[in-house]
Structures are given as structure tokens and as C-alpha cells.
């Protein structure tokens, strides 16, 4: 994810979305979010709304990869 000419506010929220240190299956769940993370980021301007955006979709990453978790623990 490119975020080099970004607003540091996306910036800052987008590096959160990083996935390759992740094992497999969390690595998926987080990658789904992290490839809509860039898209919207591809799309849409810097803008307030971007980033409260990208900060909502990373607490509902944050709760899928914790449900991925707790399926490879049972």
C-alpha cells in the first residue's frame, strides 16, 4: 500500500493495516481488510471521512482477525 504522497493522518492509519507478519489463517482475514483499506485509499481524496474510514475498518479488522483467532484455538 502506497501511501508516500498521502496525508500523514492516512498514512498513520494505513500501516496498521500491514498482514505479512501474520500466520495463516489470520493472515487472510487481515488481508481482505487491508486490500479495501487501499482501494478506498486509491479512490477517495485525504479527506476527514478517509480517515475516520480507514480507523473504523481497522477496529472491525481488529475484531475479525480476533474471531479467525479464536477459531484456530478451539
Known amino acids: 500500500m502506497d501511501t508516500s504522497d498521502r ?3 492516512t498514512t498513520a ?3 496498521h493495516f ?4 501474520l500466520p495463516i489463517p489470520l493472515k487472510y482475514t487481515s488481508q ?3 486490500d479495501l483499506a487501499d482501494e478506498m485509499i486509491q479512490q477517495l481524496p485525504d479527506c ?4 475516520a474510514g480507514l480507523r473504523k475498518l ?3 479488522k481488529d ?3 480476533r474471531a479467525a483467532l479464536d ?3 478451539k
Open 58 to 60: 481497522l477496529e472491525a
Open 48 to 51: 476527514p471521512e478517509l480517515t
Open 32 to 34: 481482505a481488510c487491508h
Open 13 to 15: 492509519v494505513a500501516r
Open 7 to 9: 496525508h500523514p493522518g
Open 71 to 73: 477459531s484456530i484455538r
Open 18 to 21: 500491514a498482514y505479512d507478519h
Open 63 to 65: 475484531c475479525f482477525v
